[in-house]
């Protein structure tokens, strides 16, 4: 069993210079600006935060803080601008009904 750990030894010191070596090449890439990284969207952040409810939730609020949709304490939701600017906001209108006030859940 010596033999095997040495070998397993030997293995896992390449593989980690090798992972090494990937890393300080890719740091130094992106230190160039060769690599243009992009940041997560608000929409991605909040789904990876609470998933396709908490991606709702922000597009409904997101409009409102625009004055595009009024969302009532009561609970109704009320098209303000039909257009949306964005996939989501589409989808939200669309969910909302096309005669633009639909009771949404809290």
Known sequence: WVPLL???WAIAGVVG??????????????GDGAGERR???LYEAAF???GPARVADLT???????RRLLLAHTGWATVV????RDDMERTVIGAIGPEGQSRIAP
Do not use: Y
Not at 17 to 30: D, G, K, M, N, Q
Not at 60 to 66: E, S, T
């Open 60 to 66: 409904l609020v997101a409009m409102a803080r625009q």
């Open 17 to 30: 210079v090798r992972l090494c070596r990937a890393a300080v090449r890719e740091a130094a890439a992106a």
């Open 39 to 41: 940041g997560l969207t």
């Open 6 to 8: 040495l070998l397993a």
């Open 48 to 50: 990876l935060s609470g």
């Open 81 to 84: 601008d039909p257009r949306g």
